[in-house]
């Protein structure tokens, strides 16, 4: 039977396991210019918090009552569209179906022998080039710079402070255990890292940490780690704004110091993005990821979960830092 994962509650606060209702539905089929695709890994993001509020953003929120999506790594079963043929493995926006129809719009065909299925939801998908992306267009990384990355154990962050290595760059990252701070070092080749949960003042562990500032800050966090890097920002630093983890279940937007002394004293941009913004540098962004990836310059980990009906614990999962690298749930 075919089932998929409805949004049952608009969460107050963070969500729970009741906003979420399993639903059997028909299996389809695939008409004329469709494709029949059934589903093999599907990627849980926190930005997907944002779309469970009934608000305006970049991109339309979940309806109640109808299933919810994401990044999806799926086999082509059935195949009546001339661009696509059995047996393709396909990449794209879907929804939280075991089995479902596509006209093959925004769909991207993935080669398996380059990297595993998976790493197309993560290092070479949307989180690796947000990194790429994120870092080429607002960072404007230049060797030799001190990049400081939180949520740097993450699939973004992780990405983040391994493409400034490739760049010469010295780097830092925030994480919130110690054993995620030893990954940095080790297998990622952070210069060093700093445990939040375990500092008692981040505002001086981060000035300790980048004893000659900040150039580049790519947030992945927000909140209160946002105020304290920016009190080590240089002169001309840059802030990527990439992600707000840190507040996306608040139930009231917090207020904290206010920046506009700092930006204005230190010459300092600041610049908001979602990685849709540069859609038609995708190629060029996976091509130089894949090239890394080949030569062994960058690594990546992946926290897998098996079973369809654990794609809504692994995205709670993601508010209690359980995952290591990218949070991607196998479909069996």
């Excluded at 949307?126 to 870092?135: D, H, K, R, V």
């Excluded at 780690?225 to 279940?249: E, H, P, T």
């Amino acid at each position: 039977m075919n089932k998929s994962i409805n949004l049952k509650n608009r969460p107050s606060g963070k969500p729970i396991l009741e906003d979420f209702k399993f639903e059997d539905i028909e299996t389809p089929e695939a008409a004329e210019g469709q494709l029949l695709l059934k589903t093999l890994y599907v990627s849980v993001d926190p930005y997907l918090r944002g779309r469970m509020r009934d608000e305006k953003s970049y991109i339309p929120p979940f309806k109640v009552g109808e299933p919810l999506e994401s990044m999806v790594v799926a086999e082509v079963t059935e195949s009546k569209n001339e661009n696509f043929k059995k047996g393709d493995f396909v990449s794209g926006m879907l929804k939280w179906k075991k089995i479902q129809i596509s006209d093959g719009k925004g769909l991207n065909k993935i080669d398996r022998n380059l990297a595993p299925l998976s790493a197309y939801l993560g290092v070479l998908g949307l989180t690796g080039i947000t990194a790429y992306l994120g870092l080429e267009k607002i960072g404007k990384l230049k060797e030799g710079e001190h990049l400081l990355v939180s949520g740097a154990a993450g699939a973004v962050g992780s990405v983040v402070g391994q493409i400034g290595k490739i760049k010469s760059c010295k780097v830092t990252g925030i994480a919130g255990t110690d054993e995620k701070i030893e990954t940095l070092k080790e297998k990622y080749g952070f210069d060093s890292g700093i445990n939040y949960k375990k500092t008692g003042n981040i505002k001086s562990a981060i000035a300790e940490a980048c004893a000659l500032g900040v150039d580049v800050y790519f947030d992945n966090v927000g909140g209160e780690i946002l105020d304290a890097a920016m009190a080590s920002m240089n002169k001309y630093g840059r802030v990527i704004n990439c992600g707000a983890i840190s507040i996306y279940n608040a139930e009231e937007q917090p207020t904290g110091p206010r920046l506009e002394t700092v930006l204005i004293k230190k010459s300092i941009s600041m610049q908001g993005f979602t990685v849709r913004d540069y859609a038609e540098d995708f190629p060029d962004a996976i091509k130089q990821l894949a090239q890394w990836l080949k030569e062994g310059k960058l690594k990546y980990e992946e926290t897998v979960v098996e079973g369809f009906e654990k794609i809504p614990q692994a995205f709670l999962d993601l508010f209690e830092g359980k995952n290591k690298g990218k949070m991607v749930v196998k479909v069996n």
